[in-house]
């Protein structure tokens, strides 16, 4: 065979494979996507573009508008088409509770600047804050966070009828929430303490006299609870103030049974 021919043979062999090799390329090629584009519904929803803190002061930046579908609204959301300068007109609230990326601003979830402080803005309508020094033998080890619930508890020396002195100790409050802890309101993601000398609880104005009483009395120490028992009854540890002639003396009430009275002389 001439030398012409296997050359031409040669040529026509590789154009051959190149081609076979083209048309694999072209059948395993995916098939493109097809994208539908579906009309829904929605409005802007003022959310968190950034995780805010408890008493955290709350910047522009803080916010961000995002499509939501208008069935999904809250009445509670702001939207842009409602308030459309929300975010400049947010601007330097405080957060009264943590808000977490993503989440939906609403009005209660921040006060604005002037109107109080934090700790006035998380307290419930009718409860009063009141502070207690604690120590590491007083506090659980200082183990106690911000919004756990603690039972409180008296402890004094009273002398007995011989002259002696002993020690008696009485629950004066159940299930009682922990606002702070020093100044922290609020515990840090996995903290397992909270340094500080002194505990503020959240009580009831008659709750808040007698626990300033007792402060004057002898020593308060805060009992941790379950977090299975925060829902519990708190009912059940009535404390109740009488008001004898002399106005020095209380006495502790459980279900409707005086059990020890105190006076401060």
Avoid at 30 to 35: N, V
């Amino acid at each position: 065979m001439k030398r012409a021919q296997l050359l031409g043979i040669g040529i026509a062999g590789i154009a051959g494979l190149a081609a076979f090799v083209g048309m694999q390329s072209l059948v395993r090629q995916p098939p493109p996507k097809l994208i539908v584009k579906e009309t829904v519904n929605s409005t802007q929803v003022l959310v968190a573009q950034t995780n805010i803190g408890l008493g955290t002061s709350a910047a522009e930046s803080n916010f961000i508008w995002q499509e939501w579908p208008k069935n999904a609204v809250s009445p509670s959301f702001i939207t842009s088409e409602l308030r459309p300068n929300a975010m400049r007109e947010l601007r330097g609230s405080i957060a009264r509770a943590s808000i977490l990326k993503g989440e939906p601003i609403t009005e209660r979830k921040l006060i604005s600047a002037g109107k109080g402080g934090v700790l006035a803005a998380i307290l419930p309508a009718g409860m009063r804050a009141i502070s207690t020094r604690i120590t590491d033998q007083t506090a659980v080890g200082k183990m106690i966070l911000p919004n756990d619930h603690v039972d409180v508890i008296l402890t004094q020396r009273k002398r007995d009828k011989n002259g002696g002195e002993q020690h008696v100790s009485d629950t004066l409050f159940r299930n009682i929430r922990v606002l702070a802890i020093g100044t922290q309101l609020e515990a840090k993601e996995e903290q397992n303490n909270v340094q500080g000398n002194v505990a503020t609880l959240e009580l009831t104005s008659q709750q808040s006299e007698l626990l300033a009483l007792a402060n004057a009395m002898g020593e308060i120490s805060l009992a941790l609870r379950s977090i299975a028992d925060i829902n519990a009854d708190k009912n059940l540890d009535n404390v109740k103030k009488k008001k004898p002639q002399d106005s020095t003396s209380i006495s502790i009430l459980r279900y409707g049974v005086k059990r020890r009275a105190y006076g401060v002389n």
